[in-house]
């Protein structure tokens, strides 16, 4: 028995069954949240938000469109 014989590659196998399947992998990075200092960062980058006029101004507009969005989707189900 060769111990060194390469091994069969399973994932390739599986990525060749969802690719022939119309399918496409796609690798996402995101942040790390149990990161140290993750949380500080965060609430600093908060507080630089909620102290900028500007900032809170597009918060509102966003907060504002959503909810007429939401609205149309409302009147949208009751038909």
Excluded: C
């Amino acid at each position: 028995m060769n111990v060194h014989a390469p091994k069969p590659d399973k994932y390739k196998a599986y990525r060749a069954r969802k690719k022939a399947a119309g399918l496409k992998q796609v690798r996402i990075w995101t942040l790390d949240t149990s990161r140290p200092g993750f949380q500080e960062e965060l609430d600093a980058a908060i507080e630089r938000i909620n102290a900028s006029e500007s900032e809170r101004e597009t918060l509102i507009f966003g907060e504002a469109l959503m909810a007429e969005i939401y609205a149309d989707d409302d009147e949208a189900d009751a038909y």
